[in-house]
């Protein structure tokens, strides 16, 4: 048996038996029963300068092979869109090779892929409604002329200059017209970026109803990260049957994606999935779909549930730098040599939080290989001064 040594917040160090490594198995085709895509984290060159405000220098080896990784076990990779990205690591140079290098990988391993578009290359921190169009636009065509289908990101700038539900309704409507294929719209909560606090306006929810509703060809679907499962599925049994409902629910995303509402039909059932947690969960989330796909759904909520208590510690407020559980995650299973985040996020959860990620990830059964991910970790604390 290995022992795996876990550090208290008080200092105190206890142990636990570490698990043998999880049975999950790449799957022989397609997952079928839901779109389902981890939201992927850069991993930046060890040796670099990866402090804040430095221009992100990128281990390219280690980010798309961690990408093709999670297209072996099923999962799309949503690209370039989440908070550890845009607002706070990667340049706008970083964040345009991201995507065509990641665009060329769905091609090479056949997966799907989405990428954010926002209007966070903008110098200014204000712009007028006219300039914000495009912006937004700037970012749309180049993703398109790379072949990615696109996510429209919550933008800061709208959420600055907008005074009322029709001036949301006015950008979205002139930015998705100039797209060439349907789009996902991305509401993201505050917890995630304060920034976006009231975001679509004081009733927010019919004004992104009504945006599709006035683009319904334009649209694919909305992921919601709310962290509101209520809200979400509000939203959802209103979607028209063309829309899908992706949730971004890094805490209740197991019942949503199960849900099974016999009164609603096709998409409106359940919610298909772009999600954080599935990054630093993914051979576990691809064996719950799996499940799912044989209509088994008592092995996926025996697979999935006891991530839940671990995504919902990796998404802790502050939640805005959850990405630095999941690049810690990708360390101790082996996906990037060292434990660095652009910007310097590797620092932004302290180490007992960090203990906390490895004993919840034994649990679940998430370590890959346990006995690396367990000798990495214990050389973490010895380099911390914290030993047997």
């Known amino acids: ?15 636990t038996e570490l698990r043998t490594p999880p049975p999950w198995r790449t799957p022989p085709s397609p997952l079928r029963s839901r779109a ?19 221009p992100a220098r990128i281990d390219w080896d280690a980010t798309l092979d961690f990408r093709r990784f ?6 799309g990779v949503a690209d370039a869109m989440d908070t550890a990205q845009r607002n706070m690591g990667l340049d706008t140079t970083a964040t345009r090779e991201l995507i065509a290098r990641s665009a060329e990988v769905a091609r090479e391993e056949r997966g799907s892929l989405v990428v954010g578009v926002n209007t966070d290359h903008l110098e200014t921190t204000t712009a007028s409604l ?45 930015v998705l017209s100039r797209a060439s294929r349907p789009v996902v719209l991305h509401w993201l909560g505050e917890a995630f970026d304060p920034e976006l606090a009231g975001y679509f306006g004081e009733d927010a929810a019919t004004t992104l109803l009504e945006i599709i509703g006035e683009n319904i060809d334009r649209v694919a679907g909305v992921k919601m990260s709310l962290l509101d499962a209520d809200a979400e599925r509000w939203v959802r049994a209103r979607l028209p049957e063309s829309v899908r409902m992706f949730t971004g629910d890094d805490f ?35 064996a719950a779909i799996q499940a799912l796909d044989a209509g088994d759904h008592a092995t996926y909520r025996r697979v999935l549930e006891p991530t839940t208590p671990l995504s919902r510690h990796l998404f802790a407020t502050p939640t805005y730098f959850y ?66």
């Open 252 to 286: 209740h995303y197991v019942d949503l994606i199960d849900d099974a509402d016999p009164t609603a039909e096709g998409t409106r059932s359940h919610s298909d999935a772009l999600l954080g947690a599935f990054a630093a969960i993914a051979p576990a989330a691809s």
């Open 130 to 174: 006219s300039r914000i169009v495009d912006a937004y636009v700037w970012q749309l065509e180049f993703a398109e002329e790379q072949g990615a289908d696109a996510v429209l990101m919550a933008s800061r700038h709208l959420a600055r200059t907008a005074t009322s539900a029709d001036d949301y309704r006015r950008v979205y409507r002139e």
């Open 36 to 54: 389902v895509y981890a939201a992927a984290h850069v991993v930046p060159l060890a040796w670099a300068d990866n402090t804040p405000d430095a």
């Open 323 to 388: 990405k630095t559980g999941v690049a810690f995650l990708s360390w101790l299973n082996g996906h990037q040599p060292a434990f660095q985040m652009v910007g310097g996020l590797h620092s932004a959860r302290s180490l007992p939080h960090l203990s906390r990620i490895v004993e919840l990830a034994n649990t679940a059964n998430v370590l890959e290989r346990p006995e690396e991910a367990a000798s990495r970790w214990h050389a973490l604390l010895r380099v911390n001064g914290v030993d047997a």
């Open 1 to 15: 048996m290995t022992e795996l040594r876990l550090l208290h917040p008080d200092g105190r160090l206890a142990r």
């Open 70 to 75: 999670l297209h072996s076990w099923g999962l």
